[in-house]
């Protein structure tokens, strides 16, 4: 069985949304619900999620384990896997960290682009890695089972949670460094680090990680991906799309600038581009995933590695977690 | 005039309380009102105050300036000035700041013992300075008119928050690290960097922060004062207690261990000597003042300088921010 899954989006959803993952015959979606939002603000969003998975029964539900996916396949339906991009929701509590994980939560990650109580975030000057309430969190994570994700961390503390976790750890949206330089990507070392210590790298399709930005080719994305399983297995390669199909501007300033500044923070865009970036022409969305597929096959990637890519890895990776 | 103020006071508040801070004389006195509670919390925190304030107004009222210092001498009361021993109350919004100085908060440190959102506490590994928040947090108290204290904070995180404050910073509660090793306490270039920023270091009595802990001496502690003036101007010398007259040791496991592990951390106590540590005789409450008044005097400081150091400099510093 070959399953597809989008391992980060963070989509204005909406019906149309969800049919167009079916479309993209999408068995699988890790969502962001949350980025800054405390534990009281958590609840209000999960209520939201129980209106969609209500209304869109016919199309969605909701993701507990590996077994969701199976089921997904069978039902022709896509299972839906919470996440939050940062850990404001446990705010300084360690017994938040179950509370989330009843709630749904399968991935947190540490810290968002500033530093965290956890860890440090990409754009922070000074890195101090994990620190110890995130030491006792990542501790936490593993036995209740929810996956560090440490797309938007800095360097050392990505490091520090590979070590520090007992269980694999992922990054669930980035690309790396070496193709794109953007603080948000990873260098070689860390990736190597990740598959080494089996985590999973989830490509990104967002075009601030993208070489040429919007304008990147799908050649060259998958020549990147390619290039990437010199450094990691292909077996720990996914994507995770990072697709924010439908957002308003709004919400990506919500997203650079949460409630810490008087100023606004244009994070990876700029003054002149505030905005969300334009999506390449062959990932406009998840229907995208058809275009992946025939990219990574003609760069050579068979069709075993490629259908692992798409899917299979991270179902793999949700079994062993 | 001379004024007498206690700048650091933890204790399990009653009418006796305040009656021994009226018998000791203080004019004022900041009260740490909260450590880990959120701004909610802080709410609750407040509600009780309100109580006390309407419950004891023969004894004590609410300080917000220093000409409430000049007030509460004319009517033989104490000024009870708010403040902070972690940042959150303003959770991560900046917004909040300005809130919480309406709510009568005059002091906020940056960070406990534990990395914040702002910056980094003196128990943890690796120090990264004030955080990209923490920059903006500096900002907006200057504005507003709340002290950054960094008593429990790391070393360069100190130097930072002095570099980034407008106005100077204080160490409401800590010594010197020449005299007792501590982690709460501050190196000799920490107290120096702060003195020349015309920053002020309240002098400890916790136990924890005294050369022989419970069995120092007050000769001791003033030979401490004389040879803390090399360093730092005696101006800039005050006194901050940190009193925690009648406290449940509950009390002390909340402030070391807030809710962020599920394993009991026991500071700068140990398993066998996990509560509160018993005050010096010379100084089993504010009454000590008397005691430190007749110390400082035989070692060697003036009356102006003697009075400095109990209130006057501390008024001083009032008056400037």
Known sequence: MNYKIDNLQYCNWSRDVFK???????DAVHVTIVYHEDYDELLTEIKKWS???????DLIFMGKGFEDIEKARLNNKTAIFFGFQNCSPIEDNINLVEKVHDLGCRF????YNNQSLLATGCYEKIDSGVTNFGKEVIKEMNRVGIVV????????STFDAIEFSEKPIAITHANPTFWHTAKRNKSNDLIKALGESDGMLGLSLYPHHLKNNSNCTLDNFCEMVAKTTEIINVENIGIGSDLC???PDSVVEWMR???WAKNKNYGEGS???????KQPKWFEDARGFLNLEKGLKKIGFSDDETNGILGNNWYNFYKKI
């Open 245 to 247: 199909l439908n957002q």
């Open 257 to 259: 600038n949460g409630t």
């Open 108 to 111: 947190m990650q540490l810290t």
């Open 271 to 277: 003054k002149n581009k505030s905005g969300f970036p």
């Open 51 to 57: 209106v969609y998975f209500k209304e869109n029964s």
């Open 20 to 26: 167009i993952n079916r479309e993209a015959g999408l």
């Open 149 to 156: 994700d440490m797309s938007h961390s800095a360097e050392k």
